[in-house]
């Protein structure tokens, strides 16, 4: 099996094989958290107003969105989540727009097979992978090109279970906790972003679950697939 690494939005465009398209915090937090709390799937969409759109169309849907890491005004559950585990979600479906992991999957065009992944699904998306056996598979760490490198840690992590390792959460995390932007998250400073956030994030293999990405009449969905 061959593993290539891309950083970013502009990665994802150009990735290829069996594509891992990873945001950990924390828009594929979100999904997983929405998944395990009863949703029947989660939405991907790149614009806002895409989202509203979508919305719309779907009976008791909810949108979770932010715009470069902000709440969006109308919208009362950000990209977080903390608020999406504290919603009642069971049987709906999650529109999710976000500036880093949601544009990397509507990116993703070239992919054979697309999973959208985090921390919290991390050995289930490696295990999911490893059954199918691909000859190439491709990480996109979305946020690594914004200074996020949590989602290199991530990407390096599943990477470790795919060859039979035992990864080194803690030493894979540790330009995250030296860094300035941990310090303000864990403060609770940006608007939308409980601290709690950042720890329900970085908790790895919370559920048993991968989240591979397809897409139908509707778009880009993704669902609960367990490992």
């Known amino acids: 099996m061959e593993v290539v690494h891309r950083d970013g939005v502009a990665g994802a465009r150009g990735a290829v094989g069996t594509v891992v398209v990873i945001d950990v915090l ?35 849907s909810v949108i979770s969105a932010e715009v470069e890491g902000l709440p969006v005004e109308g919208i009362p559950i950000s990209n977080s989540p903390t608020m999406v585990r504290d919603a009642d979600l069971r049987g709906r479906t999650l529109v999710q727009r976000t500036s880093s992991g949601t544009q990397g999957v509507v990116a993703a065009s070239g992919a054979e097979r697309l999973y959208a992944c985090s ?67 864990t403060r609770g400073s940006q608007p939308g972003f409980p601290p709690s956030d950042v720890e329900l994030s970085l908790a790895a293999d919370r559920f048993d679950f991968a989240m591979p990405v397809e897409r139908d009449a509707l778009g880009l969905r993704l669902r609960a697939v367990p490992t």
């Open 26 to 60: 924390r828009a594929f937090t979100v999904s997983a958290y929405a998944l395990a709390g009863g949703a029947v799937e989660c939405r991907l969409v790149a614009e806002v107003a895409e989202a509203r759109r979508l919305a719309e169309c779907i009976e008791g």
């Open 119 to 185: 921390l919290a699904v991390a050995s289930a998306t490696a295990r999911a992978i490893l059954a199918a056996g691909p000859e190439l598979v491709t990480f996109v760490a979305t946020g690594s090109d914004r200074g996020h490198p949590e989602d290199t840690a991530c990407a390096a992590y599943v990477e470790a279970v795919l060859r039979g390792e035992e990864p080194n959460l803690e030493a894979l995390l540790a330009p995250l906790y030296r860094s300035e932007r941990y310090q303000r998250l």
